[in-house]
């Protein structure tokens, strides 16, 4: 059994920076690609930023382009995303996932096989 942890997230001021931590369990961790999605109210999953197993490949969407920065650390089974410059239409729910199947950094939400319950994060003005 699969199981994603999503932790940092919380309530930020606008311009701030924030880092976002998913431990996942229950598989070889360092075999699969990596990735950060978001849903805002009302709105469908988005995608944010992915990372092949190895770290050597990112691949981030348009929506926080530039100001997110994925990474993982294989030995301690964990994969970050570093948001700055946040803004109060950044608030949503952020959910890391993994993909069994797809290779090198995909982005769509059906190439993932397990997903974390989301924190959220919300950006005042």
């Known amino acids: 059994q699969v199981q994603l942890v999503e932790s940092g997230g919380g309530l930020v001021q606008a311009e701030d920076s924030l880092t976002l931590s998913c431990a996942p369990s229950?598989?070889?961790?360092?075999?699969?690609?990596m990735g950060w999605f978001r849903q805002l109210p009302g709105e469908k999953r988005e995608f944010l930023a992915s990372?092949?197993?190895?770290?050597?490949?990112?691949y981030y969407g348009d929506s926080m382009k530039g100001r997110l920065t994925i990474s993982r650390n294989n030995a301690k089974n964990t994969v970050s995303l570093q948001m700055s410059s946040l803004k109060p239409e950044d608030t949503a729910v952020y959910y890391c996932?993994?993909?069994?199947?797809?290779?090198?950094?995909?982005?769509?939400?059906?190439?993932?096989?397990?997903w974390g319950r989301g924190t959220l994060v919300t950006v005042s003005s």
């Open positions: 996932a993994m993909s069994i199947g797809a290779d090198g950094t995909p982005h769509y939400p059906g190439d993932y096989d397990y």
């Open positions: 229950g598989r070889t961790f360092s075999s699969y690609a």
């Open positions: 990372i092949s197993w190895s770290g050597g490949s990112t």
